[in-house]
């Protein structure tokens, strides 16, 4: 007797648990946006290129500047599908080369740029390294800002 009212209780529960979700899930269908889109924005920052880039894009764009001094940030944009990107999508490439999180790439990062690609790629050349910079620098602050970084890329 006792257990089969401690049954009827806990399929009531069951019963309105139920109810509940199938409310909450409709509730989802029509308030928010698409999981995909919410959990891009919760990783910014600490996702892969390869989920913005493809990896065969990436890897043609470090292949073609294998040898130092060869590293052209036009080609690399242009190989690596980067330039065709759209502006939030450049943003969150932005969020990962800033390793640090400062809220700009400074020229240690800068080093390792092609690495933050393809974790085997070589570092840049101090020469190229300050190439990259001066390319993108417009306010001369030694840095390279979210805004300076979007007009390098586009540009
Ligand atoms: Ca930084
Ligand atoms: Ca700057």
Redesign the pocket.
Known sequence: MLLSLFLKHNVLNFQIAHTLVYFKAGAHHTALPPPAASSTLQLNGTMSLTSILSADAIDSAIKDCQVPESFNHKKFFQLCGLSKKNPQEIRTVFGIL?????G???ED?LKFFLQRFSSGARVLTDKETKTLLSAADDDGDGKIGAEEFQAMVLS
């Open positions: 800033d390793n640090d999180g400062s700009f790439i400074e990062e």
